[in-house]
């Protein structure tokens, strides 16, 4: 039996603890009922069914600005990450066949005098981007940092199982 419906939530923080202290909990909902709750993005048809999820440290509010765009064989994936000066700073992981994971950690900038607003990221995180097809597990990934800029361009190599491929008949 599946059950459906929507949480909300009065603020990003909230939402944030949220999620990271459930992922993959059992909840009793009734006495003796125990429902595995599962979080998992919703496949629409458009281009905004493509799925990104947060997942810094619990009261973190700040999320990243990417693009992705699909040259037919590889996924590209530009992200903007402030105070990364160098591609060895970041790391990359996988999650299934469609799960990007880009962590690292965001270093504290330096000014003199007092701070009056703070809203550049500090410390470590961890962003995964769901992508809307396979990608090719044993490929290496291409990491380019954008000149002049805090972007950084990721070159993943899509899986060929999503190609049509040509049957010879007998």
């Known amino acids: 039996m599946s059950i459906y419906g929507f949480i909300h939530f009065n603020n990003v923080q909230e939402k944030d603890n949220f999620f990271y202290s459930v992922r993959g909990a059992k909840f009793k909902i ?5 429902i595995t709750v599962k979080f998992q993005p919703i496949k629409r048809k458009s281009n905004e069914s493509l799925h990104s ?15 992705l ?3 037919s064989s590889h996924f590209i994936i530009v992200l903007c990450l402030p105070s990364i000066t160098n591609k060895d700073e970041i790391k990359l ?9 880009i962590s ?6 330096d000014f003199a005098g007092s701070i009056l607003k703070k809203s550049i990221p500090v410390g470590d995180f961890e962003y995964v981007i769901t992508l809307p097809s396979k990608i090719e597990l044993t490929s290496k990934v291409k990491i380019e940092k954008i000149e002049n800029s805090n972007m950084f361009k990721f070159v993943i190599k899509k899986s060929q199982e999503n ?8």
């Open 93 to 101: 992981f996988t999650e299934g066949e469609e799960n990007i994971i």
């Open 30 to 34: 009734e006495e003796e009922k125990n």
């Open 104 to 109: 690292g950690e965001y270093k504290e900038l």
């Open 163 to 170: 190609k049509r491929i040509k049957l010879d008949v007998e």
């Open 69 to 71: 765009y699909d040259d």
């Open 53 to 67: 999820e947060y997942r810094n440290k619990p009261g973190s509010t700040w999320q990243p600005y990417y693009n």
